[in-house]
């Protein structure tokens, strides 16, 4: 059973940091593409960052470009997201997710595992 785990959320003040985790489980991902979603209240789902599985090629949506920074660790499996200078209008719940196999994508319905999702906080 493929499982992927986020961790790392919390709450922090406007212009700090916080570094998301993505545990994945039940297989590996080397040969897929991996990115990061979020979702506000009240808002759609929109990706943040993608990468793909050899972690050389990455992409940004315009309004994270410069602060964060995604990244991932093929022999732990794992997905990072680091993200820096922080403000109000990044809070939302941040998801992890995979592709079964495949190049790096960007729109939601092309990623086929999701974490549970981790809640960041943002406080002005």
């Known amino acids: 059973q493929v499982q992927l785990v986020e961790s790392g959320g919390g709450l922090v003040q406007a212009g700090g940091s916080l570094r998301l985790s993505c545990a994945a489980s039940?297989?590996?991902?080397?040969?897929?593409?991996m990115g990061w979603f979020r979702q506000a209240s009240g808002k759609e789902r929109e990706v943040v960052s993608a990468?793909?599985?050899?972690?050389?090629?990455?992409y940004y949506a315009d309004s994270v470009k410069g602060r964060f920074t995604i990244s991932r660790d093929n022999a732990k499996n794992t997905l990072y997201l680091q993200m820096n200078s922080l403000q109000p209008d990044d809070t939302a719940v941040y998801y992890c997710?995979?592709?079964?196999?495949?190049?790096?994508?960007?729109?939601?319905?092309?990623?086929?595992?999701w974490g549970q999702g981790t809640q960041v906080t943002v406080s002005s």
């Open positions: 997710a995979a592709r079964r196999f495949g190049a790096m994508v960007f729109r939601r319905e092309q990623y086929d595992y």
């Open positions: 039940g297989r590996t991902f080397t040969n897929s593409g």
């Open positions: 990468i793909n599985g050899s972690g050389g090629v990455t």
